[in-house]
């Protein structure tokens, strides 16, 4: 990972061709998911959590990992076609192709975590489950902003529950997220190598759905740069002439402040 945006957007991004390049990229990245545990069982009975993280959480080449609500899936895509349409930019969503991680937790469940009955499912067996599958999903997601160049944090009322000097979060995974970039390693791209020596922070990560439980985590987001949505819209109205352009493009229109500089 290289450099991190904190996108702020204050409506529904407009659909138009867009939307519909973004989803026909991720149907395709969809195609990997493997939604059954025949594959996975060894031969003692236990399951294979490698294998089950590298068939259901696939590592994929992406550009640009973009951090988002669930409930703004429809900017989220529209901001991978776009970047597709004018850049050939690949984004990664994880929501919609890592977006199996509750099929995976239900049919574990099915198999292992009933009740004697059978009518209901045992509550500590429920919660050892549910910690496998999440850290699975977790170490996936980290995996994937280091090996992204770059983290676009979409900042919208879905994502951020208090927009105010200190901003908050309701989405654990959001938070989780966050945290992670602020100390995972900063790699600068060969081809800046010999231009920059500067770097900055990122986040993402999608959210899971929540019951009625609710509980905020304040939001650190400085070391993230700022766009606005003018910001981007000028960025794709720009001429470029590969992904990797196109990011050096947005990098050199919004230079890293100073305090983020490597001595």
Known sequence: MYRGFNLRIEDELEIHQYHEIGLEILKILKNSVQPTLKNYILPEGTLDGNKIMEDWFPEVKSHIFLSHSHKDFKNAIYIAGALYSKFKILTFIDSTVWGYSNELLQIIDNKYCKSESGETYDYNNRNYSTTH???????????????????????????????????????????SEISTTKIIRKRTPIRLRK?????SDTISLSESQRSQLNIEYDLELTHLTDLTLYHFESWLNSTCYSPEDALDKLYSQHPINSKFLIK
């Open 133 to 175: 599958v999440h850290l699975m999903l977790s170490s996936a997601l980290h995996k994937m902003i280091d090996n992204s160049e770059a983290v676009i944090f979409l900042n919208t009322a879905n994502s951020v529950s208090t927009r105010t000097i200190t901003e908050k979060t309701n989405s654990p995974w959001i938070f």
């Open 195 to 199: 231009i920059t020596k500067s770097f």
